[in-house]
């Protein structure tokens, strides 16, 4: 989004159903009493609302490369991983690389979290004994039949519980473990179904794209990028996408006599799709996730489902914040991203408060880069129903990392509905060369 679209999605949430509520903008303050003048003008800016991290072992990755659309998309990689707390509880595990003085009479250190097992081995800070436990631990996640048997033994098991009894894994090395996670969930609640196979993939995704780094980050505007380059070639291909035209209502599928052509050239049931315009289309299969078909929910299933709410913050600031881009080894490329990580016990609240029972506070800073965000300066912020030919997808997860299970969901639908075409069938995302697009070689992925 540039700024001016920001502000249209502030004004919207309060109008139409989105996945977004109490959305607002907020100008910083000068000295003076007037906003700052170094904010760029409008489309200087590439906003994203899903600025997810894309692993090296994420499932998106070859059906990028089987679809060719990756030769539309560029890519930076995610540098470092930092922990902020303050000094004087400072964990081990963390590198004293960063350390920072904070603000007055309060002594604060960002420290560069080990990343890796040759990470670990690097880091001074932690003595020969927790070493040994922490490899241990790496070197489980890093195994793909000993971390699976963890997760069958121990899955529901939560994260800190299973450190601390099958590694003696005391609470200062745990928190930059729970970081790697990527966990949404307080670390009480974060289970070893979750935390181990997250490790598992941040681990072994680490060297594929280059030495230092597992993780990378799609220039111009995150995941709608993706989208945006996806229904490009949905376009070439010979499909059809409407703009900032929702779904108004949906009526059917019933056979009426006022649509007989349309079932007997297609032998199927269709449903009328209303949209907002007052255009209408038929349609034999609807796909969407709960917020965008609202039309078609079921009432009573609404009463007890139970969403996660997200309290997500773009800011945009005036420092390139140099430092915290430092190659991640030697040969590696500028990081575009990188990624800090707030344990509860740094955000100020109350003592009295179970921080095992606060969710960790993750902050994605992307340098300009990127392209969302003039030079100088930086951005930092599916069980299935079907019904009646509509199939509910389930909304993107919360997560940063991008969810695999995005992509498994939106295979079982396509198998659903090439389930009487065989040819189809065993073609997902194997797209054909487009005309104008077929003299890349294929081996140089951006």
């Not at 899955?155 to 609470?171: D, M, R, T, V, W």
């Not at 255009?279 to 009573?300: F, M, N, Q, Y």
């Not at 009487?420 to 060369?433: C, L, T, V, Y």
Request: proline letters at 8%; glycine letters at 8%; hydrophobic letters at 35%.
């Amino acid at each position: 989004m540039s700024l001016s679209h920001a502000e249209k999605l502030t004004s919207s949430t309060a109008s139409k159903p989105t996945p977004f509520s109490a959305a607002s903008i907020t100008h910083h303050q000068n000295d003076e009493g007037s906003p700052d003048p170094r904010l760029g003008f409008s489309r200087a800016y590439s906003i994203s609302l899903s600025p997810h991290l894309i692993y090296a072992r994420s499932n998106l990755v070859p059906a990028l490369v089987s679809s060719k659309v990756y030769r539309q998309l560029e890519f930076l990689a995610v540098g470092s991983w930092w922990i902020y707390q303050p000094q004087e509880i400072r964990p081990q595990g963390v590198s004293e690389k960063g350390v920072n003085q904070g603000p007055p009479g309060q002594n604060t250190s960002l420290g560069r979290i080990p990343a890796s097992r040759e990470d670990v081995f690097a880091d001074k800070s932690i003595d020969l004994r927790s070493t040994r436990s922490l490899m241990k631990a790496l070197k489980l996640a890093a195994d793909a039949d000993a971390y699976l048997t963890a997760v069958n033994e121990h899955g529901n098991q939560s994260f800190p519980s299973f450190l601390a009894s099958e590694y003696k894994i005391g609470p200062k090395l745990q928190a930059p473990l729970q970081a790697l996670t990527l966990s949404s969930a307080p670390p009480s609640k974060t289970t070893v179904s979750h935390a181990i196979p997250q490790l598992h993939k941040h681990l072994t995704s680490i060297g594929i794209f280059g030495p230092g780094f597992g993780a990378v980050a799609p220039k111009w505007g995150g995941l709608a990028e993706i989208a945006q380059v996806a229904c490009r070639a949905g376009a070439v291909g010979g499909g059809v996408y409407v703009l900032n035209k929702g779904l108004k209502s949906i009526d059917g599928p019933i056979q009426t006599p006022a649509s007989p052509t349309i079932v007997e050239e297609t032998g199927h049931l269709m449903s009328t799709v209303k949209l907002q315009g007052g255009d209408e289309v038929k349609a034999r299969w609807i796909i969407g996730t709960p917020s965008t078909l609202r039309h078609c929910s079921d009432k009573d299933s609404e009463q007890h489902t139970v969403f996660a709410e997200v309290t997500h913050v773009t800011a945009i600031v005036s420092s390139s914040l140099t430092s915290l881009f430092p190659p991640t080894s030697e040969g590696s490329p500028p990081p575009g991203s990188i990624v800090v990580v707030l344990p509860p016990g740094a955000t100020g609240l109350p003592k009295s408060l179970d921080l095992a029972d606060v969710p960790l506070v993750y902050l994605i800073i992307h340098s300009s880069d990127t392209g969302e965000c003039p030079e100088g300066q930086n951005s930092e912020d599916i069980e299935r129903v079907q019904h009646c030919g509509i199939i509910r997808l389930q909304e993107l997860s919360p997560s940063l990392a991008l969810d695999d299970n995005v992509l498994k969901d939106v295979r079982a639908v396509w198998e659903r509905i090439t389930l009487d075409d065989g040819d189809a069938r065993g073609a997902f995302m194997q797209f054909e060369d487009r005309v104008g697009f077929g003299c890349e070689d294929d081996e140089d992925v951006s």
